[in-house]
């Protein structure tokens, strides 16, 4: 309790300054003493790998403050209470309490699995966002797309399109070895679209994501997102996965 | 598609399910309710003579500044002036000399909905509709409670005006992505070509809160008319409540919704149900006035056989 306490207080610490470094001292120690009485995880925020302001032009500090502060602590928070509920509904047990959780559990658990994704997936330029995939992604790409353009062209257009909120997605099909692109509708993981899908690459198309600084041009925001695409990231993820 | 379907709110949960979702989730006139079509206006193409109707974006019934502080004029310069227009720009281009051309707005929103298998331009035309549902669903200086016969149906169905107050907010805040929160006036119907309710009342109908996800709106559901609705996609109050969506739903009650627009639209909803009664019973009555032909088709055909 006295890591979480410690945590708290440099969070907000950090808050008030307005500038957030990253944490990951204090998130390991805090990691590790998330566990409630009853031996549930209990989640908590990931630390970004890079500074709010990091990714501007593209995406300013603001709404990546919002994003990550407000939006993703929110679905946390609401996972946890989801879990704790269900594990008090199991115990008593209360079958129809059970089965009414389960919406909230795709959406919280699905906000915090998307956003988890979505920070990794992104990166500064001078740390070599935007920079095109490399070896067997780039050839993976090449092959399932015609081109990584292609594939860019592909994404913004099935982004654009995706009415309402939603992600778009690059992932793997592990039983079929291909790459895909999908969509997925409000919180929903990836994984809902088939249990041997793997998300290598998730761009978020809620409003938040983008509202503060594109406004009702969606596809703006799409076309710059990729100067801060973490191809780094995909790539070990699609190594790990393919092999 | 159950995403389709209606979802009753419900407000009676001991597992308070509300606190699991977050949020992310209009001066009025009784002739303004369906859209009204330009007579005729020329095509952009210089070449082409024909004359096509259009629909228009029509402005919200108050200046874009009148509902400041609480939605401020830049939201309404976007969410009007470049969302709905958007909406309503894409939509004449979709239906261009196509079967969907030259319907009004609400029956292109029924049409294109297809029994839930929509058609291309379904969100176009319902997302039309829906934004000028809901600037005439607000007025400057409105909230409040509402009065009269609305007053009444509201206590009768949801047991009291902060018991109404309580579910739609709930709806409201549980939507789980982009969509609408609707106050609605349920016809009791049975949904079924040949059989009536012999003893149907008007005590049958019902006031219902109800939610839709992105496009979807009650008309699409046979027998709901809507009276009043909220819009939660995070474009309606991101530049003024940020994240803070149950802020906006809150203040939208308390100080933006039109009563009077509310309850003159149930007062259409009524004469509209007594006009549709009165046709479907004016029906019956033809029917029931030449029997004999029906009757004979069938045997001439099979003699035909």
């Known amino acids: 309790m006295a890591a979480r306490a410690l945590l708290s207080r440099r969070t907000l610490a950090s808050v008030l300054r307005n500038d957030a470094k990253p944490l990951r001292v204090g998130f390991a120690a805090a990691a590790a003493a998330t566990h409630s009485r009853r031996g549930l995880h209990v989640y908590t925020l990931p630390d970004l790998d890079y500074d709010y302001g990091a990714l501007e032009p593209v995406i300013s500090g603001e709404i990546m403050q919002l994003h990550h502060q407000k939006h993703h602590q929110t679905y946390i928070t609401n996972y946890n209470k989801a879990l704790e509920q269900l594990q008090s509904s199991i115990a008593k047990p209360d079958s129809s309490a059970v089965v009414k959780l389960q919406s909230a559990i795709k959406f919280n658990g699905g906000g915090h699995i998307n956003h988890s994704i979505f920070w990794k997936n992104l990166a500064p330029a001078r740390e070599g966002g935007g920079e095109p995939p490399k070896g067997s992604l780039g050839w993976a790409i090449d092959t399932h797309f015609g081109s990584?353009?292609?594939?860019?062209?592909?994404?913004?257009?099935?982004?654009?399109?995706?009415?309402?909120?939603?992600?778009?997605?690059?992932?793997?099909?592990?039983?079929?070895?291909?790459?895909?692109?999908?969509?997925?509708?409000?919180?929903?993981?990836?994984?809902?679209?088939?249990?041997?899908?793997?998300?290598?690459?998730?761009?978020?198309?809620?409003?938040?994501?983008?509202?503060?600084?594109?406004?009702?041009?969606?596809?703006?925001y799409l076309k710059n997102i990729w100067k801060v695409i973490n191809w780094k990231y995909a790539s070990e993820v699609y190594e790990k996965e393919s092999s | 598609m159950n995403l389709l379907l209606p979802s009753t709110a419900s407000s009676s949960s001991s597992l308070s399910p509300s606190a699991l979702f977050p949020c992310y989730s209009h001066g009025f006139s009784s002739s303004s309710f369906k859209f009204s079509k330009k007579e005729s206006r020329c095509t952009r193409k210089a070449k082409r003579t024909e004359i096509t109707a259009k629909f228009e974006l029509k402005p919200p019934p108050y200046p874009l500044n009148a509902l400041e502080p609480i939605m401020s004029q830049e939201t309404?310069?976007?969410?009007?002036?470049?969302?709905?227009?958007?909406?309503?720009?894409?939509?004449?281009?979709?239906?261009?000399?196509?079967?969907l051309d030259g319907n009004s707005l609400e029956d292109t929103v029924v049409i294109s909905y297809n029994k839930g298998d929509i058609l291309p331009a379904f969100n176009n035309a319902a997302q039309a509709w829906n934004h000028d549902f809901f600037w005439e669903s607000m007025k400057p200086g409105g909230g409040g409670k509402p009065s009269g016969d609305l007053l009444k149906l509201i206590e009768r169905d949801f047991g009291s005006f902060e018991k109404f107050l309580d579910e739609f907010k709930t709806a409201a805040s549980t939507q789980f992505g982009s969509g609408w929160a609707w106050l609605a006036y349920k016809e009791s119907r049975l949904d079924v070509g040949n059989a009536v309710n012999p003893l149907r009342s008007d005590e049958d109908n019902k006031l219902?809160?109800?939610?839709?996800?992105?496009?979807?709106?009650?008309?699409?559901?046979?027998?709901?008319?809507?009276?009043?609705?909220?819009?939660?996609?995070?474009?309606?109050?991101?530049?003024?409540?940020?994240?803070?969506?149950?802020?906006?739903?809150?203040?939208?009650?308390?100080?933006?919704?039109?009563?009077?627009?509310?309850?003159?639209?149930?007062?259409?909803?009524?004469?509209?149900?007594?006009?549709?009664?009165?046709?479907?019973?004016?029906?019956?009555?033809?029917?029931?006035?030449?029997?004999?032909?029906?009757?004979?088709?069938?045997?001439?055909w099979t003699q035909n056989e």
């Not at chain 1, 309402?164 to 969509?183: A, I, M, N, P, Q």
């Not at chain 2, 470049?82 to 979709?94: A, E, I, P």
């Open chain 2, 76 to 99: 309404l310069e976007y969410h009007w002036g470049k969302h709905h227009r958007t909406y309503v720009d894409n939509l004449n281009r979709q239906i261009d000399g196509t079967d």
């Open chain 1, 148 to 220: 990584f353009e292609a594939l860019i062209q592909k994404v913004n257009a099935e982004g654009a399109a995706l009415q309402g909120s939603g992600w778009v997605w690059l992932g793997l099909d592990k039983e079929l070895k291909r790459l895909v692109v999908e969509t997925t509708p409000n919180q929903d993981p990836l994984v809902t679209k088939g249990p041997n899908l793997v998300p290598l690459l998730g761009i978020d198309v809620w409003e938040h994501a983008y509202y503060l600084q594109y406004k009702n041009v969606r596809p703006d």
């Open chain 2, 208 to 300: 219902v809160v109800v939610k839709t996800p992105n496009a979807v709106n009650p008309l699409v559901w046979n027998y709901y008319h809507p009276l009043l609705t909220i819009d939660i996609w995070e474009h309606a109050y991101f530049i003024d409540f940020q994240n803070g969506c149950r802020n906006y739903i809150s203040v939208f009650m308390d100080k933006l919704v039109s009563w009077e627009a509310v309850s003159l639209r149930l007062e259409q909803a009524k004469a509209r149900i007594m006009e549709r009664e009165e046709e479907a019973e004016r029906k019956r009555r033809e029917e029931e006035e030449k029997p004999t032909i029906s009757k004979a088709t069938p045997e001439l």
